[in-house]
Structures are given as C-alpha cells and as structure tokens.
C-alpha cells in the first residue's frame, strides 16, 4: 500500500494508495534538525517544561542510497540518514544522525482541511485534536486542567497542581487520521503532536534518531488491528471482574464487611471489594492517603486473610505503587540493597509526595525490578487478593539516574515498565486470566503489559475537563490509541477547595459506569465530604438497579473484551465507527459512545435536567428502555434519573439479546 516516490529532483512523496502523507521538497522541507537544552523542574509529578531552542534548519534531500534517503545542512556535520522500509502492512521510518551535537528532530506529515486527528493516548479535553498541539510528557493530570476555571486558578495558586488541556497521566505519540492512516512514534524522548496548521501535522522530537511508523487501511477496524498488533492487546478481562460493582471502601476489616453487607442487603451485586488501605493509611492536609509500606496491616485488617479465604464469592483487591516511604520496612530493605534511582552525586533520590517523601524503585535494574515482583507476588497474591490499584508511574524526575539511562531518557517509558512488573507477577504467579490489575499511567506498550485503564483523579463535579464528561472523551481518545479496557471512579475523587460529591452526581455517574466494562466506586481523598454509595437506602436502590443492568450486560461484554484482545477493537468506541464522514460523530460535545457496535451510550453529564439532546448515526435505532424506534440525526429524548439514553441497533447481531433485556427492564420497571 505504501509508495516512495521522487516527483522532482531535490524531492521525495510517501504515498499511502492515494493518499499523500509526506512531501519534502527544497522549498517545502517535511525534515528540520536543531539545537536547544531543556529546563524541566517538577513538583509533586506537576512539571514546568521550557525548551531554549537554539537552531532550526531543515535539511536538503540529496538522493536514495538503498532503503536509506541522505540529507545534509551547512549546519550538519555529515549526513543525517532516514531508512524507509516495508514491515509487513507498515512503513518504518528509522533517522540517524553523524551529528552527536544535534538534539532536537521536527517532522511534518501533510494534513489536509476538514480533516479530523484523534489519539495521542489518554486526552480529557478534545477527541479531535486538531487545532492544538500536546507535549508527549507523563505527569500528574493537574486539577481542573482548565487555565480559565477557578478550581485550577485555586490549585494553582496552592500548588501548582492545576493542570491544564494537554496534562495527562497517559500520553502516547500517537495520532490516528480520519484519511485512514495512523502515526506512532516508537521513541520515549519528550515529544510533542502539534495539529495547529491546517496543511501539515508536526512532530517534534527530543532525538535526532527517529523512529516513525506509518500505518494504512481502509476502516478503523483495520487501522487498530495494526496498531494493537504493534503495540500489543490486552488478555480479555474475567467474568468476576465484569460482573456487579468493585465497592471502593476503607477503614478496616470491620468496616469494609459493614458497609459490604448494607450493600449486598439492598440488593445491589457486588463482586470485589476494594480496600486500597490495607497496607494502613496517613492523614495529610491533603486528605487520607496511604501508607506506602507494602504489607498488610494487621491491626487496622485484622482477620483479612481469613475472611478472604472464606467468603469465594467476594474478591479483595488491594493497591500498590512503585515507591517506598522512608523508613518503611521495604524502603529500609530497598535502601541496603541500592535498588532505588538515585541522584548524580550517587545518593538516594528521595522527593516528596506531599508531606512524606519516598523513594522510587530502579525498574531498570534487573535485581530490583526482580524484588518487586516478588513484594507484590508475596505480599498481594499472597494473600489472596484478586487484583489491585498499581497507581502512579509518572514521577521520576528529568535530572534521575538510573541503571538504564537518565531520568529524561527514562521518564516516558517508565509508567510501561511499571505495568510490566505487574504482569509478570501476575504471569509467574499462574494468575493471569483471573487476576486484574488498573493503572492510571501508562506508555507506549502499556496495551501489551496492563490488564486494565482508570481514569485517575477527576474532580467530584460536572465540569468538562476534569469531571464526569472527561471520562468519556478520556476512554474514546485511549482506545483509538489502541487500549481497548477503560474504567474510572465512580463519583470521582478529587474533593478541594468548595467541590463535594453529591446525590445527583453520584448517581449519573453509576449510570454511565453501568455501560462500561468495569464498575467500581471510590469514596476520594476527604470521604467524609462525599455523598458515598452506602449512605442511604434510596442510593443503594438505585445502584442495586444498575448491577443487575451490568450483570445483564455480561455477555455482551465478556463478547467485546475478547473482540478487544482478538483484534484491537476497544469496547467503548467513538460514534465515527458507524459514520465516518458525519462532522457530528467528531464533535466532543456529544458525549455519546458506542459500546461495542450494538449499543449506543449517551450519559446525561449535566446537573438538574430530565431530558438530553443526542445525535445517532444513520441506522434503525431502539431506545433501550422504551423500545421506541429512532432514525439518524439529532433529537432531543427523555433521560430521568436511572434511564441515561440508550440506544440499540435493532438489525444488528445482538439486536434478539437487546431485545430481551428491553422486555426484563420494562417488566421490572
């Protein structure tokens, strides 16, 4: 499918069938080279990064040698070399540079107008990226993310945790076109996509040794079965894992079985229970954290082993991260081993976690990264937990020494390193296929490693970036980046300043996450702020309805995490799948997703309404509750508390299964 051409001399096209995706030209370079020396400070996983750009040049096309296109520049010692060849249905691009002073690499792939971009791993803020460029950097999502709010001007202020569009804790380089064409870069260096120009997409690059693919189809379905089979897939979810609700709760064992058994009495079916606590906690002004010494605290969770064993139907999940407050027994033992990343004077690199500091285990040394397989084989397998929260993965600071390389060569790769500690535990435990572990960072090749994607810390309201709604666009955007498996905290988590949970909230949030692979719930860093899931008989009815919906929905979703990791295909998919060339199936603003290529989801993401306005695709549809048939295009509907707008495709292949379920609603209703 792919072509190399050379329309002129001084010139050179690449060609996907008809479609042109670069042309470098004497007048045109696609091509530059630079200089310049960064200044990347953090704090508290917020980074300030500047770039002090010192040269800029794009380079000359002196002809083909081979699979390899040569280039040069009054400015170039020697000659930069970009090798183009075919891997299977892909096209690589592999640059490199004679020139050891050269740091800074910029690419640019034609773009034309009308033409819509999505991806760049896990946005909140845009499912078409056009118009705006997005640093390739993982780090904290900032609260609010949204420079023109209050809530980020007060974080800022408190901080500097205020996040803004592009802050994400999973960022990948990697665009898919509307053209039917995608771009990932295989490099970890800092990057950047900027979609700002309308007759060209620029890649920027911390490296002269690029290394680019291309590749091409002719649907999506095609497209993300080459993306996912570069990048890798993930094993289909269990049944446990998909069915009922993951009840967040902490406090102890006592508390933990209280508020299990006030759930299960209402009628609501949960499947795990979660208690990111059981290694103990601290308090902070930030609210309830945890005590980030792996091991279980048995004074606060006295008895866990026993009644983990005892109760089969009922899985406990636990929570871990890569880092080790100072003066825990494993940070005591990590320490005397010389298993953390350290500083370029040679100490250890301790920084703070928000009134506690920590120490960051060196994944890149094979002795550490061993051991910490084996802390979370021993001490969370071990004890009989089902799964676990692997939070965090985006601190490692720029100016870090590791047994692998800086901390700026490292940062990027590091959430994926981490979520390959995990899976070999799980691997060389015999649990894979039963246990499950959710992470918030991730990276390039985090699809072959993770078992699950949360969302991270959303703020307990309504607001479009760092809310209820960001969840949606945040799973549309990370599954065309090719990871399939998506969740969240049910309710959010970030409780500052004047946000608090409420009623309402709570309860469309439950609706939304009943339509999604995994539910689980979260009482967020101040619960006692929070309306929670436990707190009164009318909430707990209303979740108990939307288990025994997601229970009913196993079928279908045990069919689309295997669809997922047979070909790439993510559960929860954006409305362009069924029209590609309908501008509204683009539009952020729907709010709407496709589950599978059965159902369509558009949850009500704002505050005291009773109705929304949707816009389905072109095809039959059957509202889910009613079963009331609706054409394409754009319609106002009802949406009362516990009926979210739902649609079916009544001529599609589950069309007998939804129409079964509409029939068991309506009765129970």
């Known amino acids: 499918m792919f072509r190399l051409t050379y329309p002129e001399n001084g010139a050179f096209e690449i060609w996907a069938g008809d479609r042109l995706l670069l042309r470098h030209s004497a007048e045109k370079p696609a091509l530059f080279l630079g200089r310049g020396r960064e200044d990347i400070r953090m704090y508290r996983g917020n980074f300030t990064i500047r770039d002090r750009l010192s040269e800029r040049f794009g380079l000359r096309f002196l002809g ?19 090798r183009v060849y075919g891997d299977g249905a892909l096209l690589r691009l592999d640059g490199t540079c004679a020139d050891e002073s050269v740091d800074r690499l910029w690419l640019r792939l034609e773009a034309e107008r009308g033409e819509h971009v999505t991806g760049g791993g896990e946005q909140f803020s845009a499912l078409d990226l056009r118009g705006r460029t997005y640093p390739i950097w993982t780090r904290e999502q900032g609260v609010g993310r949204n420079k023109l709010t209050e809530i980020t001007r007060l974080a800022d202020a408190s901080d500097g945790g205020g996040g803004d569009y592009h802050t994400t804790f999973f ?5 898919v076109s509307s053209r039917m064409y995608f771009a990932h870069l295989e490099n970890y260096e800092y990057a950047e996509l900027d979609f700002r120009e309308s007759e060209y997409h620029e890649l920027t690059l911390w490296s002269p040794a690029l290394r680019l693919v291309l590749g091409a189809g002719e649907s999506w379905e095609e497209l993300l079965g080459q993306l996912t089979g570069l990048l890798g897939r993930q094993p289909p979810l269990p049944d446990w894992s998909m069915k009922g609700l993951w009840l967040g709760v902490q406090g102890g064992t006592e508390r933990a079985l209280e508020m299990l058994h006030r759930c299960c009495a209402g009628g609501m079916d949960v499947s795990a229970v979660w208690i990111q606590d059981w290694e103990g906690k601290r308090v902070t002004s930030f609210g309830k954290r945890l005590q980030w010494d792996w091991r279980w605290n048995r004074e606060t969770y006295p008895g866990l082993d026993r009644v983990i064993a005892e109760d089969e139907s009922v899985a406990w999940m636990g929570y871990i991260n890569p880092y080790l407050v100072e003066g825990g027994v494993l940070f005591r033992e990590a320490a005397e081993k010389g298993y953390f990343v350290r500083r370029a004077d040679g100490t250890d690199y301790l920084f703070d976690f928000g009134e506690y500091d920590c120490g960051v285990v060196d994944l890149t040394l094979p002795a550490a990264f061993e ?12 004890l ?40 070999e535990a799980v691997e060389e435990a015999g649990k894979l296929g039963e246990c499950v572990f959710f992470m918030r960072a991730g990276a390039a090749l985090s699809q072959r490693w993770a078992t699950l994607i949360w969302a991270g810390d959303q703020c307990v309201d309504w607001s479009e970036d760092d809310g209820l709604p960001s969840v949606i666009t945040a799973a549309l955007t990370l599954g065309m980046s090719g990871f399939g498996l998506h969740t969240c905290d049910i309710g ?18 439950l609706e939304f996450a009943a339509f999604t692979p995994v539910m689980r719930t979260h009482e967020g860093n101040r619960p006692d702020s929070n309306v929670q899931l436990y707190d009164s008989p009318e909430i707990i009815d209303a979740a108990a309805r939307m288990t025994k919906i997601h229970d009913a929905l196993l079928p279908y979703f045990r069919a689309l995490s295997e669809e997922n990791a047979r070909c ?3 559960v ?17 603003e729907n709010y709407s997703f ?24 072109k095809g039959s549809w059957r509202c889910l509750w009613t079963g009331e048939r609706c054409e394409g295009g754009e319609k106002t509907v009802p949406a009362p508390l516990g009926q979210p707008p739902v649609f079916y495709d009544e001529t599609g292949a589950w069309s007998a299964f939804f129409d079964r379920l509409r029939e068991t609603l309506a009765r129970e209703d």
């Not at 960022?171 to 665009?175: A, D, L, V």
């Not at 929260?389 to 060569?409: I, N």
Request: aromatic letters at 14%.
């Open 568 to 570: 790439g295909l993510p």
């Open 492 to 509: 959010g988590y970030t409780t500052l300043f004047h946000l608090k949970r409420d009623e309402e909230l709570l309860l469309r949030w």
């Open 384 to 423: 009989g937990f089902k799964g676990w929260m692997a939070d965090f993965g985006e601190y490692l600071p720029a100016d870090a020494v590791c047994h692998g390389g800086s901390g700026l060569a490292l940062h990027n790769a590091w959430p994926a390193l981490w979520a390959r500690c995990n899976r």
């Open 594 to 617: 496709l589950l599978g290529s059965g159902l369509l989801v558009a949850p009500v993401v704002e505050p005291g309404v009773t109705e929304r306005k949707v816009w389905l695709p």
């Open 572 to 588: 929860m998919r954006p409305l362009f799948f069924r029209e590609p060339d309908a501008p509204e199936a683009w539009r952020r």
């Open 64 to 82: 083909a040698e081979g699979d390899s296109l040569r280039f040069s520049h009054p400015d170039l010692k020697g000659e930069y070399r970009l």
């Open 171 to 175: 960022p990948q380089p990697t665009f």
């Open 371 to 382: 051991w910490y397989k084996g802390v979370i084989r021993t001490n969370l397998i071990g």
